[in-house]
T-cell receptor, first 109, second 114 residues
Framework: DAKTTQPPSMDCAEGRAANLPCNHSTISGNEYVYWYRQIHSQGPQYIIHGLKNNETNEMASLIITEDRKSSTLILPHATLRDTAVYYCIAGGATNKLIFGTGTLLAVQP | DTEVTQTPKHLVMGMTNKKSLKCEQHMGHRAMYWYKQKAKKPPELMFVYSYEKLSINESVPSRFSPECPNSSLLNLHLHALQPEDSALYLC?????????????FGSGTRLTVV
């Protein structure tokens, strides 16, 4: 599974869009980009995933660059409940997901 | 039912005890996973079961013994643990057959070894 690099922490004002970057320059052609988040002491929660195209669901949007070496998770209107550690994972081809160190997003009132 | 249920939520055990963690899902997922998470660290993969067979063991010590009795149930048997094994143990499940599926995680069992 490809290694991912994320900033350790980010701040975002409540009501504004939160843009979380992720680098996965060694991603292979059959590996997906997954995003999960973990609110303190709970199990990770699936957010979104994609292969090549941009994806959107009720929680977030995922923008993947054309060369697939990086991606951005967008939370369009962050709330205090979005404060969590966000994990970007590149992989899944071998049926296992390996978590990186993640980004702690703090949404400020 | 779209949940993974883990029991117990909290467990305190002595180093000579034998205990088991239980994980259950009824989503028809045929891949199930155990992860271990230490405080302020990301989850670490321990075991992967696919169609009730162990497919991946990430070099986990033998004091952790997984078992998958059927397609809905995953156990983790614990014996002679050490205090450093204290952690949040997470179970997850997913569809098999490719990577176009997300994982569903349980809320975990908080294990304390005394």
């Amino acid at each position: 599974d490809a290694k991912t690099t994320q900033p350790p922490s980010m701040d975002c004002a409540e009501g504004r869009a939160a843009n979380l970057p992720c680098n996965h320059s060694t991603i292979s052609g059959n590996e997906y980009v997954y995003w999960y988040r973990q609110i303190h002491s709970q199990g990770p929660q699936y957010i979104i995933h994609g292969l090549k195209n941009n994806e959107t669901n009720e929680m977030a949007s995922l923008i993947i660059t054309e060369d697939r070496k990086s991606s951005t998770l967008i939370l369009p209107h962050a709330t205090l409940r979005d404060t969590a550690v966000y994990y970007c994972i590149a992989g899944g081809a071998t049926n296992k997901l390996i978590f990186g160190t993640g980004t702690l997003l703090a949404v400020q009132p | 039912d779209t949940e993974v249920t883990q029991t117990p939520k909290h467990l305190v055990m002595g180093m000579t005890n034998k205990k088991s963690l239980k994980c259950e899902q009824h989503m028809g997922h045929r891949a199930m996973y155990w992860y271990k998470q230490k405080a302020k660290k990301p989850p670490e993969l321990m075991f992967v079961y696919s169609y009730e067979k162990l497919s991946i063991n990430e070099s986990v010590p033998s004091r952790f013994s997984p078992e998958c009795p059927n397609s809905s149930l995953l156990n983790l048997h614990l014996h002679a643990l050490q205090p450093e094994d204290s952690a949040l143990y997470l179970c997850a499940s997913s569809q098999t057959g490719g990577s176009n599926y997300g994982y569903t995680f349980g809320s975990g069992t908080r294990l304390t070894v005394v």
